[in-house]
Structures are given as C-alpha cells and as structure tokens.
C-alpha cells in the first residue's frame, strides 16, 4: 500500500479502553496511521435507533477521512460491558447472548450502510474484551 494513512478507527469512549485500543493498533503497526472517531457504543451508537442524531455525524466524519487522508479502511472495535449496549438492551438480561446480539446487529447495520455509501471501503468489526484481547467478527 502507498497511502501515508490507512484507516479510521471506531471505538466507544469509555476510559478502560482508550490504552487498549491503542496499544492493539500500536501491535498493528498502525501508529500514526489512522484518523480516529470515537463514541459511546463505537458501532452501536452510530447504528442504533436510541442514538439517532449520531449516525449522520460519524458518515460525514469518515466521508471527510476519506477525502483528506485517502484512508480505505474502517476499523470497528465495540467492546465488552459497554454502557450502551446495556443500554439498548433495557431490562432484559444482559448475558453473553444478548450483548452478542447488540454487537452484531450493529456490525451488520453499519455493512449495510458501508456497502451503499463507501463501496470501495475495506471494514473490519472487533469487540475487545476487557483484558484488552480481540475477537474479530463476520458481519
Ligand atoms: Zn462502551
């Protein structure tokens, strides 16, 4: 790849996480490499209905990314425990398969989305867990 820079990164806001996400892009060799987005939810929060005003934002931030720094990727790191995804989940319990089924639908809206605004984009969806380890995702 010839591109100086090569990705945006989407990760939630909550203060565990920002050294994590940083130290896995850093073991990516991604340093200085990525423009980063950062919200409550990462994916849930650009894709679920509660936070509706935020999606509008975020397309127009990557579109922006895109153009200045020629990035084609969009990397997507959820995580475990987030306080959106409970969230969104109301009162059911918030097991596994339940904050599973968050993550995933998000990752699944933000394709559909990718796919018709950005057909050219390479993406990736992440949820990292709390010790800082990564599961990767098929959408
Ligand atoms: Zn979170």
């Known amino acids: 790849m010839n591109n100086k820079y090569e990705a945006m990164v989407l990760s939630c806001i909550d203060p565990r996480f920002q050294h994590k996400v940083s130290s896995y892009l850093s073991r990516r060799k991604l340093r200085g490499k990525y423009s980063s987005f950062t919200i409550a939810g990462a994916a849930v929060g650009v894709t679920h209905a509660n936070f509706k005003k935020w999606q509008k934002t975020f397309i127009e931030n990557l579109e922006t990314s895109i153009q200045m720094h020629k990035i084609n990727k969009l990397i997507v790191i959820n995580h475990k425990d987030c306080g959106a995804a409970k969230l969104v989940n109301e009162s059911k319990q918030f097991n596994d398969i339940n904050e ?3 993550h995933r639908e998000s990752f699944q809206r933000l394709k559909k989305i990718i796919i018709k605004k950005f057909p050219r984009l390479y993406y990736e969806f992440h ?9 990767s995702f098929d959408a």
Do not use: E, R, V
């Open 100 to 102: 599973n089924k968050i």
């Open 127 to 135: 949820i990292m867990t709390l010790k800082g380890s990564i599961k």
